[in-house]
């Protein structure tokens, strides 16, 4: 029913998968970690090397992951961690060289590296002069390793449906003749051998690896393609395109197919056979100039592309004899190595993008998001049993390594990290989707079948062909090429036949004469080769007599040259014994030395891990001097405030005393002056004794005006008892009624005052005086 509704809908059904043999080994997915230098301009590092498989995370200075607010340190674990003083080719050792020894044995294999922007992933992968990346060593170990067994250019052929063919020797002359004729103009050799100045010595000579157990008796090919992907869209970057100056064509964009083996490729894309490690290079540089970078706030040269590199490699058995390929299609295997330079995450608010950059990061950023996101469900899958569909195709990534994922091949993915501060979020989000890879399993590849040709025929047919042209070489000696010119001599020296010409059957003269003649030559012939063969014994014996004399002279050379072998090999063993005493130094000296870069490289791991330690505290310290430094300035700030306030209600309350005094003062002093001016008449009775003035902080005050109060003599009213006090004025009666009555007043004054001060609200009851009769 499924079947006929694809029918329905005009849909092509989908083909049943071949059948493979069952494969029930998987490998979870390599990762590796690099951690970057940091530069000059930063001070602060977040990451720590704990062992040769773990890292540590430090929150920096300012980001608190706790809700308390306490600082979280996380450790994440990797297959191997690389720290900053590790080089490419150990890199390459670790990382790289089991997938290319795996593809020289058939077995396919993906790396791709890893990360956020600006954290050495381009570097990782392609290196600069003098430190190759992955990418060039893995081209150089495969050509070291079939360089003797490559076969001749077009005799492995690419079909337009990813598949490979196999031309004899005379088409792919053919072929070659062709292409060599539809070329424009021929460079010079000189011209071909010159290499970019920016890939030139990529890789020392010393450095240099080959795999070992490669299949003599097999030919090879290697194809490399180059593509990027850019905005969600697939570009060939070996495409030959007609440069037009005034109307420049834009690249065509290239789409994924499925092959009958439900691999995915990419349709139309241009696979340029090579023959050397320098050739490889070249074409991939010639593309990698091509490719889409551009100028960011944190990467002055930052891939605006995910780039990937191509390595196809053929492989088919030689025939019977071990001279040629063999003709069938069938027998043909190939594997192929893919290294992925993915771009690497960012926010647009650190890398300052604007118009294009914005676009460009939104697609590598979403790209990114979907490989994590296939990435998590393939482990629920696994660990779960549960079968969610994979979301592949939401991404061009995704859907181009489908094949590793749900197939068979190794896969290794290097993270590479920046320890600066800055990238903390985002290396925190790269260590969550490293840990989670590494659970995901992959099926182990499978070897291929072995011909069932007898081993060594290359060999063999090598040694044939040695030997061949080492008989010819005898065959075509001295004594061979002078035959024809002495029975050329014979030939000439012998005397001319008769006329044989027949003019009468019944002649009896003509054949007789005829037969006369013959026997004759046939006598001279005869004289003239025994003559010859006499000569010849002659040259032999004194060829055989001179050769007895040099094989004398020879065997006295040889006797006193067995007496100098006999006194070299008494000084070679002499040299020999010292050798082995040389060599058992040299080995205890390189097991000291040994011992000592142990001990060197301990050292200096333990040296780095102090210094990000006192970094680290450093750091810390100066963290909670600033915090203390804020909590002094709030607690000094704080104390003068409470300062100034008491400060303020000081000085209001000395005021209020200050006014206090100052009013009983001039009470006291109109008191004494009215008291001593004699004769003064007095004032005119009053119905009022007081009156009532307001005062400074806007209350009321009570002043008596009755002169006569202050005049009271000494007698005091009966029942009423007067206070008496110290500084009271030593003369009679009338001073101690004063001072009595001045004292009344203040304190009415003082308590009007006071009334004022708490508010409308308080009514103040005022004291009368009577007045004695």
């Avoid at 005062?695 to 007067?722: A, C, M, N, W, Y």
Wanted: proline share 6%.
């Amino acid at each position: 029913m499924k079947d006929d509704s694809c029918f329905r809908k005009g849909k092509t059904p989908r083909r049943p998968p071949p059948k493979k043999p069952p494969n029930n080994q998987k490998d979870p997915v390599g990762v590796y970690c690099r951690v970057r230098p940091l530069g000059a301009e930063d001070e602060e590092c977040c990451i720590e090397v704990i062992s040769s498989s773990t890292i540590q995370l430090h929150a920096p200075e300012g980001f608190k992951t706790n809700r308390n607010g306490e600082y979280k340190e996380t450790q994440y674990s990797f297959k191997r961690v690389f720290g900053v003083s590790i080089s490419q080719m150990e890199l390459f050792e670790h990382v790289a060289q089991p997938l290319v020894d795996d593809l020289i044995h058939g077995k396919n294999g993906l790396l791709f590296t890893y990360g956020v922007t600006g954290s050495g992933k381009t570097f990782t992968m392609t290196g600069s002069p003098g430190q190759g990346g992955l990418l060039p060593r893995s081209l150089d170990m495969i050509f070291n390793s079939i360089g003797p067994y490559q076969a001749k250019r077009y005799v492995f052929k690419t079909d337009d449906k990813n598949g490979m063919e196999v031309q004899n020797e005379v088409d792919a002359l053919l072929e070659r003749q062709r292409r060599e004729n539809n070329l424009p103009v021929p460079k010079t050799p000189s011209a071909r051998q010159k290499l970019d100045p920016e890939i030139a010595d990529m890789i020392k000579p010393e450095e240099a690896y080959k795999a070992d157990g490669v299949d003599e008796d097999s030919s090879y090919s290697v194809f490399v393609s180059y593509i990027e992907i850019y905005n969600n869209y697939i570009y060939d970057l070996l495409e030959e395109t007609q440069e037009d100056v005034i109307k420049p064509k834009p690249p065509q964009s290239r789409i994924l197919r499925e092959d009958q083996n439900h691999n995915m490729y990419v349709a139309g894309c241009m696979e340029v056979e090579v023959k050397s490690a320098e050739e490889a290079f070249q074409v991939f540089w010639k593309g990698q100039k091509k490719r889409k970078v551009a100028n960011t706030c944190l990467n002055r040269e930052s891939s605006r592309s995910h780039s990937v590199l191509i390595i196809k490699l053929a492989q088919a058995p030689l025939d019977a004899d071990g001279d040629n390929v063999l003709q069938d299609k069938n027998q043909v295997t190939v594997s192929q190595l893919c290294l992925v330079d993915l771009a690497g995450s960012e926010r647009t608010g650190r890398t300052g993008a604007e118009g294009t950059r914005i676009r460009e990061a939104g697609n590598i950023n979403q790209s990114l998001l979907n490989l994590r996101t296939c990435i998590e469900i393939l482990r629920e899958n696994q660990m779960c049993g549960s079968n969610r569909m994979v979301p592949y195709r939401d991404s061009k990534v995704t859907h181009l390594f489908k094949n590793y994922f749900d197939g068979e091949g190794k896969v290794k993915m290097v993270v590479c990290v920046n320890p600066k501060a800055d990238d903390y979020e985002e290396t925190l989000l790269v260590m969550r989707f490293a840990e989670m890879t590494q659970e995901v399993e992959v099926a182990r590849p499978v070897d291929r079948p072995i011909c069932g040709f007898t081993p060594g025929r290359r060999h063999r047919n090598q040694a044939f062909k040695e030997e061949l042209s080492r008989k010819l070489e005898e065959r075509g000696g001295p004594l061979d090429r002078d035959m024809p010119s002495v029975i050329s001599h014979l030939v000439h020296n012998l005397p001319p036949l008769p006329s044989c010409e027949l003019t009468d059957p019944h002649d009896d003269i003509t054949l007789p004469r005829l037969i006369e003649a013959l026997q004759h030559r046939y006598r001279i012939k005869q004289m003239m080769i025994d003559e010859y063969s006499q000569a010849m014994l002659q040259d032999m014996d004194g060829n055989l007599i001179s050769k007895d004399n040099l094989i004398r002279e020879q065997t006295g050379k040889l006797d006193e040259k067995d007496k100098v072998i006999q006194t070299n090999k008494a000084e070679l063993e002499r040299l020999e014994k010292r050798t082995k005493m040389q060599e058992h130094k040299i080995d205890i000296l390189q097991k000291t030395t040994k011992i000592y870069e142990d001990d060197k490289r301990s050292m200096r791991q333990e040296l780095e891990t102090r210094e990000q330690r006192l970094h680290r505290e450093l750091s810390d310290k100066k963290r909670i001097e600033q915090r203390m430094h804020g909590v002094v300035s709030d607690t000094k700030l704080k104390w003068e405030k409470e300062c100034d306030r008491r400060v303020n209600a000081m000085q209001l309350e000395m005021q209020n005393k200050l006014w206090v005094k100052d009013e009983k003062l001039k009470q006291l002093k109109a008191i004494v002056t009215e008291s001593r001016t004699p004769g003064r008449p007095d004032p005119p009775p009053r119905e009022s004794d007081s009156c009532v003035i307001k005062t400074r902080g806007g209350g009321q005050s009570v002043q008596f005006t009755d002169i006569e109060t202050l005049k009271q003599e000494l007698t005091t009213v009966p029942g009423r008892k007067r206070k008496s006090s110290e500084g009271k004025p030593p003369n009679g009666d009338r001073a101690d009624g004063a001072w009595t009555d001045v004292e009344t007043r203040c304190s009415v004054a003082v308590e009007m005052r006071a009334g004022s001060n708490m508010g409308p609200g308080y009514e103040h009851h005022g004291i009368t005086k009577r007045r004695k009769p």
